[in-house]
């Protein structure tokens, strides 16, 4: 059913004068006690930029094509998306609304675009599909514009029900983010969108900031704009935005990118002075964890970038170039031998490219995840020994733990050249430090 007569449907029925019954709607800034219509639910369709699948269609319209809810095909993907986006509370509300009918109101626009109760139009086509039930309808208060007459309000209202009272519900994480960017960009303030989502404005700052470095992550991998690539990876980004703005990498919400200011608390953290290619190389890194899906028991790698004296690599600066130096040297050689996007699409050229790109990361993830962990380790180490300097007998008997573990029967040991090179170092040092000892002995 087309627009115009979705329109002239829904004024009929307000016309009719028959509501099923009332309910308040907080919109324009304003109580409205409105009535509520049950509506054939033909006459309805979804919202495809709800704010619960948002990265789903997104993700999908830069693969394939712009998802039009009017066409049963996608309508059908669209309620794939929503089904999907909650199975197990979809499940109970579907259980619910059996037993009991839909009990909660929705509302929805004048030419019939679902603003809040997509979820339960979906269940109430499920079941009616399941009962051969016709017409089944959905019970909603009717807005007298349409998304095209007021699309700021409209989404207003819209976040205020799916963000700010329906929050409890199992959101995916990213979904947030997504939302703020979305209302920044038809120039909401933070402080308008902090109140739309029951939230801080200073939380707000923050979710644009997050929401910027995951695109940023994206179009450095030529993923932009397939958010569902996202997945599972919200703690670091979070944790990553707080470091960074600690070492001056600020967000200026005015252009929505990111300047180095050479300021912040975690630079007193540090024995040197970073510039911004150091910090956008911490950045480098971290996104190569990301994408590895790499947080280590207990989140190790927050090791690798927090604002700490003694437990920081990116705070010590020999630790930190040693670490970078074999970041770059063990992955830029995997990366080069990584299929292009292009040639992924030349070789499944009707391929999902999200499914791809997921088969191309796990491929990054074995190929990596071991060089990750034994240089983060080595790092770590490294670390733990500086924390002991004033401990030398400490250092000592673990220098020596560690070389009598070592197999002097394997090829490993007494064919490899840099191995020799290693035990003439240990000599000299060894050497050194008996000289050290004699001299202070003598005096």
């Keep these: 059913m087309n627009k115009d007569l979705r329109i002239e449907q829904l004024d009929n029925i307000k016309k009719s004068g028959k509501p099923y019954s009332k309910m308040e709607v907080f919109y324009k800034n304003d109580r409205h006690k409105m009535d509520v219509f049950e509506i054939d639910l033909e006459l309805l369709i979804y919202n495809k930029y709800n704010g619960r699948i948002s990265s789903m269609v997104k993700s999908y319209e830069k693969q394939f094509e712009e998802l039009n809810p009017e066409q049963d095909n996608h309508k059908k993907k669209i309620e794939e998306f929503l089904w999907n986006s909650s199975l197990n509370y979809n499940k109970n509300t579907e259980t619910d609304i059996n037993e009991k009918g839909q009990l909660k109101y929705g509302i929805v626009t004048k030419d019939g675009i679902i603003i809040d109760g997509n979820r339960r139009a979906l269940i ?20 007298d514009e349409t998304l095209d007459d007021n699309p700021k309000e409209i989404m207003r209202l819209e976040t205020m029900y799916q963000m700010g009272e329906d929050a409890k519900v199992d959101y995916n994480p990213i979904e947030k983010y997504l939302k703020c960017k979305d209302l920044k960009e038809i120039d909401f303030t933070k402080e308008q969108i902090a109140k739309m989502m029951g939230d801080k404005p200073s939380n707000v700052h923050d979710y644009l900031a997050i929401m910027k470095l995951m695109d940023d992550y994206l179009d450095k991998l030529t993923y932009s704009g397939i958010y569902t690539r996202l997945e599972k990876t919200e703690g670091i980004f979070v944790d990553l935005e707080n470091y960074l703005s600690s070492y001056g990498y600020i967000y200026n919400e005015t252009n929505n990118e990111f300047q180095y200011k050479n300021t912040g608390n975690g630079l007193s953290k540090m024995n040197w002075n970073p510039q911004e290619t150091d910090i956008n190389e911490l950045k480098l890194i971290y996104y190569d964890f990301i994408r590895a899906r790499y ?19 990116f705070c010590n600066k020999s630790i930190w170039d040693e670490f ?21 699409r030349k070789d499944n050229p009707k391929g999902d490219l999200a499914k791809l790109l997921k088969s191309r990361d796990e491929k990054w993830t074995s190929d990596v995840s071991g060089l990750l ?7 770590s180490d490294k670390l733990a020994n500086v924390k002991s300097i004033k401990e030398p007998k400490k250092l000592l008997q673990k220098a020596l733990d560690a070389l009598l573990q070592i197999n002097t029967d394997i090829e490993a040991f007494y064919l490899d050249n840099e191995v020799e090179a290693l035990i003439k170092e240990i000599n000299s040092l060894t050497w050194d430090f008996k000289q050290v000892i004699k001299h202070n002995k003598q005096n």
């Design 295 to 313: 947080s280590g028991e207990g989140k190790e790698y927050r090791i690798i970038g927090k604002p700490n004296k003694e437990d920081s690599i």
């Design 124 to 143: 109430l086509n499920k079941i009616a599909k399941e009962k051969n039930i016709r017409p089944q309808y959905f019970k909603a208060a009717i807005l």
């Design 373 to 379: 962990k034994g240089n983060l380790n080595i790092a």
């Design 324 to 344: 970078k130096e074999n970041h770059f040297k063990k992955t830029d050689n995997i990366l080069a031998s990584e299929p292009t996007i292009d040639e992924i």
